[in-house]
């Protein structure tokens, strides 16, 4: 059986156990569901590892009490490369489910693809990773390092796990693989991200709430303060302006269609994109900043008052 039959034959799999692992509510967030579920996910992962070659597959924990699951594999040469495989098993949490147009928990097929909390990122990819592994069987020509994480979307502990343990994460190369592609249909190979800040910026301006109708005017006004600094993010074209970021790259590679990538995002009709170079220039090659959200007064509830 050559390898496309051995894959194919392998794929039956892989929708019922995602369908599984999707069913499990990994919110690695103990206000939000019971840390139980995170642990039953890492369970899973664990024991469809270990069925996979990584017999040594065991759990380690981090700082912020979640467990990763590691395990190495090793290949038919010792002196071979050493190839990480990751993905985290937690997932963000669904918020409004009522919101949802398919259950955020339950593995949904619709016009093809398939939909559920984690389905695409990242425990479709520990489906890949195994998958990939089942189909190569003992034909995988390196050795195999194993780490699936369990608070990536939150705490991100492994970071501060990973400087003390180095010697057993060494490799040659590391495959993160929710990176997605241009288009169904179209691999692709993703060798650089960009990095990521988050910043929180925290405005003071007056001891407390002033009525606006009194002092508005010349009383300063935090919420507008903070307003204006974010506006100077983004010019009128809506080009990144930090400064000491470049943003004039161009993307040498293959195309993103402006029709295309308005339909994969949702754009509306009338609203216009962000940048004066191309989609792939911009969301490929040039830095992004988005505000994530902002505290202030809502609407319903909200005073003549300056915020302080």
Not at 143 to 158: D, W
Not at 215 to 220: K, N, Q
Not at 255 to 263: D, H, I, M, N, Q
Request: aromatic residues 6%.
């Amino acid at each position: 059986m050559d390898l496309r039959e051995r894959i194919a034959s392998a794929m039956g799999r892989v929708r019922p156990e995602l369908a599984e692992l999707v069913a499990i509510r990994s919110v690695a967030d103990p206000r939000q569901f019971p840390p139980e579920e995170c642990a039953r996910a890492a369970r899973w992962v664990l024991d469809a590892f270990a069925g996979a070659g990584f017999s040594d597959a065991r759990l380690a924990e981090m700082a912020d009490g979640s467990h990763a699951v590691l395990g190495t594999r090793p290949g038919p040469d010792p002196a071979a490369p050493t190839v990480l495989l990751y993905a985290h098993y937690d997932v963000q949490p669904p918020l409004d489910e009522a919101a949802w147009r398919t259950p955020p928990f339950e593995l949904t097929e619709v016009n093809g693809r398939w939909y559920g909390r984690g389905a695409a990122d990242c425990k479709g990819n520990i489906a890949m990773h195994l998958t990939a592994l089942r189909a190569l069987g003992d034909e995988v020509p390196v050795n195999l390092t194993l780490v699936v994480e369990g608070s990536e979307e939150t705490t991100g502990a492994l970071e501060g796990w990973v400087p003390g343990h180095a010697d057993l994460l060494r490799a040659d190369a590391i495959l993160v693989c929710d990176a997605g592609n241009a288009a169904v249909g179209h691999p692709a190979v993703t060798v650089s991200l960009r990095g990521v800040a988050d910043v929180i910026v925290h405005v003071e301006a007056l001891t407390a709430e002033l009525h606006s109708g009194m002092y508005g005017g010349a009383a300063p006004d935090a919420l507008a303060a903070l307003v204006a600094m974010l506006a100077t993010l983004r010019d009128a074209r809506g080009n990144t302006t930090v400064r000491g970021l470049d943003n004039t790259q161009v993307w040498p590679g293959a195309p993103y269609p402006a029709e295309t990538f308005r339909a994969d995002a949702g754009v509306l009709d009338g609203v216009s994109l962000l940048g004066d170079g191309t989609v792939p220039d911009m969301v490929w090659s040039r830095p992004a900043v988005t505000i994530l959200g902002i505290d202030c007064p809502p609407v319903v509830g909200s005073a003549p008052a300056i915020t302080p």
